[in-house]
Each structure stands twice: as structure tokens, then as C-alpha cells.
DNA sequence: CATGAATGAGTATTCATTCAT
DNA sequence: TATGAATGAATACTCATTCAT
């Protein structure tokens, strides 16, 4: 269909999106995000129905970003934990470089603006690093939900990328021991 | 003096309050919040002078709430596995008890309304589980921050109660396969 | 009947209200006259019913004063020369001395909260210092209301004071100055 | 551009503010002022940023009105109390032409509302009848504040103004008796 | 009589969305 | 298609007044 005109208009607006709700939470005004993108205020209308469906596909657009970088590096070939860590040094990587974003992705998350169906899309979109298959066979996570394991890569990811963030002289040290710790959840011989 | 402030209409306010953000985030009206705590509209700001100032007690007040249940079972003869698992249990017992709650302080923590003195204040509540001391001896977190350790303990229960909530009926399963994943990290011998 | 208790907080509070008038308005809360006035926010109105009720018995409080102040010094063996001079100059001193009152009775004087009712006591206050019936006898005002030489004191006299509040060195050479401008009105000879 | 911003809408945005202000203070209603003009609430934000500069702006814009009438009759070729009576004339059939502007600019005048950088901009407007000349000559102000004859100008003439406006019948009377009285102050031989 | 906690109507301002240009 | 002026419902906060203590 129609597609409007420009994509890059687009891209714009979901930048300034993400960059609005970094600056001053989901509260942040279209109006905000529309001068941010350097369109009309009414522009955004055009591309978005409403500041809800801006704020999915922002978010999943993020999200897609991040899952690229995170998965861009994965080679099949490689073992379980080269490709863990392969992935897991990008995410912190990307992290690192796009602060705004991860701060709006994150405090998006907590809400309810999200709709079931950017959920089930996101679920999607995370690369498969092998934690899943992880899952399955470890012993400790035995017959659970198989997403638990890419949750916790998440989670663990996220709070070493704060303390990274905060000390960015030492991020390094951050991203590598955040790595250890979570490969001894998985991949630790019982 | 004519009638005292109520403790009890502040208490009902501040979890007023955290109903509220869990229902409808950070934007929730203070109209909805003094509703909800059965007080009038500007009963409210006789008790907190600004709603960012509600939130942030708010904030301080449930975490209080969830470091005293965290912290009570906490005996110091045990040793370190002991009193970590007993803490896991009651963070997990607690979170499952109390959705809402949990719901609205992750909400909040995202957000730049707390403020840094809430900050300051939330490091110095939660309880010496033992982690602080088991993150400076270990080989992992060497020279690295020392609440590295209680961050990846609530980031990982935070983890492990979004899947115990959704699915309930397997929530002890979480609670011990989200503890044995956290044990790995502190109390592996490397 | 039973005036309220304390006569001397009833004072407190209208001298409180025109501190308060000066430096906020009309708009002055009423809790903030009583806690200049040292008194419980309730107290306030078991001395006045209402703030307007405040509003209009604190103008003809300190509109009394002002007369008082003015009309000492009137001796009736006098020319009307010197009476004048005499009121003039007790009303620019008192003006000076006391600028928020001033500015209070002024402000109030313009709005619509002063009742008829004080408006009919107000004139009845104002000191005869000779000028109604020089105004009568002036071919200058003849037939026109005979309050208008009192409005011609006043004005005259605020304008003075405006000036002479603002360069406090030469408060002198304005009172002069002013004082003579309005003697030439009155007391010039056609 | 989508649409002009409307210059009619600001004029009478400007105009029911006077009007407003007239009817019920300083304290009228932006909604009132909003619904007076014929516009939404929110329209009036975006003519005026907010309630204060609306205000200002009001004030300088019939200021200008008022100086506009007064100065429009002056002829420089006319000797001093030919021109300062065109002038008075003119301030006076304009008030009495205006009572609600008369109303508003008085009181706002009264008020902290004006900035200072209006009271400037005011001073520069209102227009050179001779008078501050004729301060500077006249031995009575001699090293007084030139705008001290302004001063007097208005001060007298608001005071007929009153007089007139409760007494129409005789409007004319009390203009040429306010002026004669003025006359006398600035152009007595001594 | 004095107090100050409680109230809720009232107010300035914001903001998502619409629509005339 | 892009614009930004216009809208009015929504919201945080204030304040005169009441009344339980």
C-alpha cells in the first residue's frame, strides 16, 4: 500500500521517538518528537495514527537494531560459548553506544503502551544465540519456558551495561566479567 | 493542635500511589491516586507538597517494604549460601505476593522522576545478604563496584518473577532454578 | 457584642493582610496572612467571616490611619495655606514611612472588593482640611462635586510620593515641589 | 505555512483580557478571556505563552492606544497650552470613550505583574506634549525627575476622569475644570 | 476560643489530534 | 503530501472555608 512518501521521514520520527523518551519518559509530547525530527507537528499523524503505534513500532524498530548487532556476529559453526560470547559483546557494545536508545527501550518495556502483539513480534526478533537449545538440555532449567534463558541474558546484559555506562573507563572489565557470570549459569558442567 | 496528620492517609496515599503507577504508569493522575486512597483531591498535597515528591517516598517506602522481608530472614551464623537462598526466597515470596508493588517500583526506577538523594537512600537500604563481601573476594568481580552483586541478584529475581507470575502454578520451579542460576555466579568455585 | 477574644490579634491580622496585599495582591492566600500574623490558618476566620470582610475593614483600618496621621496636625486657627501644608507633608511622611500600606490601599483601592458601604465610610473619613469648601468657592470648581479637591490632594499626592519613594535622597525637594504644584490649584488667585 | 497565525485573534485575545480584567481583576480567568475573544482555552497559549505576558502585552497595547489619541492631536506649531489642552482633551474623551481599558490599565498598573521591561517601554510612549520641557524650565521641578510633569498630567486626569465618568451629564465640565487646574501647575507665571 | 486537617471547586497550562490551507 | 493553527479535554496544584479536636 501506500507507503507515505518518505521513508526517511520515517526514520526520523523514530528516532526522535526513542530520543524523546530517553530525554523525559513515554509522557514526552508528539510535539516533541515531531520538532526533534524536524517535521511539522502534524506530519507525524501521517506516518503514525496515533503516538501509541509511533511508540510499537519504535519500539520494535530499536529493538530490531539491537538484535542485528546482537546476532550479526553469529557463526553456526562456532561452539555454544564463542557464540555466546559473541553476541554478548555486541549487545554491550551497542549498548554502549546508543544509551538513548536502551534507555527508551527499557522504559518503554515496563509499560503498557506496548501492545500483546509488539510482544509476540519482539519474542520474534531476538537472534538465536543457542540458549534456547541451552535451555531445553540443561538440568536447571529443565522443562521451564525456553525463553527463560534469553531473559536472562537480557537481564544480566542490562545490568552491566548500567555499571559499564557509569564507569566508562573500566566497561571493559564490566562487559567481561558480565560475561563470566553469565556463562556460568549455562555453561557450568553440573 | 487541632487533629494530628493521619499516618494512616499517608500510608494509604503512598500505596495508593504504587496501585496506581502499576495500573496506569507514571502519567496516573493524582486525581486517581487520592481516589483510590479514599481522600479528596487536595487532601493529597497537604501530605506531599509535589506528586514527584509522593513518588519518590512511594519508591523508598516499597522497597523499604521489600528489604524488610528480604532482610528479616536473614540469620548471620549461616553461612553465605544459606542466608543468600533464604533472601532469594523471600525477594521471589515477596514479589508473587505483591505484583503491583513490583510493577510500580521497576516502573519508576526507569524513569528520571526519582531523584538522586532516592538513589542515595535505596543503596543504603538493601540488606547485607553477604553478596558485597562475596563480590570483593571473588576472582570475577575483582576492583569492580560492589553492589555489581546485588544488582545481578535483583536483576535476576526480577527475571525469574516475570515467569513465576505468568505462570503460577510453577512458580516454585523459578524460585529454585532462578536461585541455583544465581548461585553459580557467587558460589562456584572457580 | 463579643468581639473576639484578642483585640491584638484582630490587628495583627489586618496589618498582616496588607503586608500580604503588598506583596502579592489581591490574590494574597489567606493562609498566608495568618501565618504572618502568627495565628492559625482557621483563626483568621473567626476575626473576619470572610476574606473580603478582611479586605475591606483592613482598608479603612489603615485608611483611618492615614487620616489620623494627616489630620493631627490641623489647627483650625490656621490659614488655610499653612493647614494644607501641614496635612500635605504628615501625608507624604506617613506615605514614605510606610510604603506597603501604601501600596496595599492603593491596589485594593482600584478593585471591586471594597463594598459602596466602604466606599461611603472612606470619604467620611478623609480630614476636612479646608479644601471642600475652598473648592466651593474656587470659580475653578464651582457646582462640581466637592470631593473633587480632596481626589486632587490624594492624586497629586500618590503621584508625589511615587517619585519621592524612588529617590529617597531628594524625598525632601519632592514634597516641596509637590506641595506648591498643588497650592497653585487651590490657592492661586484667578 | 499551513495558516497565518490571525491578527485579528491576537487583538482580541488583547481586548478581552482588558475587558476580563475590567469585570473581575487581575484575577479573571484565562478561560474567561478566552471565551470572551471567541476562541478555545488553549488558543490563548498559543498567542501568549502565558497568563502574565498576555497581561503585559495588554497593558502596553492599550497604553499605546491611549497614547496614540492623546499624541495624534498634537500640533508643534502650537504653543504649549494650546497643545497640552488638545492632549488633555483627547486623554479624556478617549477614558471616557474606554472606561473598561481605563479600568484594566489602572489596575494592572497597580499590580507586580508589569515587568520592568514593560514600565520601560511605557515610558518611552507616552507622547511629548511639552511637558517635560516645561518641567525643566519651570522653577518648581527645576532638577526634579523630567517625567515628574507626565506624572501629574495623568494623576490629575485620572482623578477627573472618575468624577466625569460618575457624573456624565457634566463630563465636559469637570474636563475643562481638570484642565484649568492642571494649567495652573506648568503655566502660572510665578 | 484556637487550631490545623480536610475538603473540592477553581485555575493555568499542556497536549494528542484534527483539518483548513 | 506537508504544514501548523485550532481545539478542548485532561491534569497538577491552590485556596477559601469548614469543622473535629
Redo the contacts with the bound molecule.
Keep these: 500500500m501506500?507507503r507515505?512518501?518518505?521513508e526517511e521521514?520515517r526514520t526520523q520520527l523514530l528516532h526522535a521517538a526513542a530520543e524523546a523518551i530517553a530525554q523525559r519518559g513515554v509522557?514526552?509530547?508528539?510535539?516533541m518528537i515531531s520538532a526533534m525530527a524536524g517535521?511539522?507537528?502534524?506530519?507525524?499523524?501521517?506516518y503514525f495514527p496515533?503516538?501509541?503505534v509511533l511508540f510499537n513500532e519504535m519500539y520494535l524498530h530499536i529493538f530490531r537494531q539491537l538484535c542485528d548487532a546482537t546476532g550479526a556476529v553469529l557463526d553456526p559453526s562456532q561452539p555454544l560459548l564463542q557464540r555466546a560470547e559473541m553476541s554478548w559483546n555486541s549487545y554491550i557494545d551497542w549498548g554502549l553506544a546508543h544509551p538513548a536508545w536502551i534507555k527508551a527501550v527499557n522504559q518503554l518495556g515496563m509499560t503498557d503502551i506496548l501492545t500483546e502483539e509488539t510482544r509476540d513480534i519482539e519474542r520474534t526478533l531476538f537472534p538465536d544465540v543457542g540458549l534456547m537449545e541451552a535451555c531445553e538440555k540443561s538440568e536447571l532449567f529443565e522443562g521451564l519456558n525456553i525463553a527463560f534463558g534469553d531473559a536472562m541474558f537480557i537481564a544480566i546484559a542490562d545490568a552491566t551495561l548500567r555499571f559499564a555506562a557509569q564507569e566508562p573507563a573500566r566497561a571493559d572489565e564490566y562487559k567481561l566479567s558480565g560475561f563470566k557470570a553469565f556463562a556460568r549459569i549455562f555453561l557450568t558442567s553440573a
Design positions: 501506500a507515505p512518501k518518505s521521514k509522557g514526552a509530547p508528539t510535539a517535521v511539522a507537528e502534524g506530519t507525524l499523524f501521517r496515533t503516538k501509541e
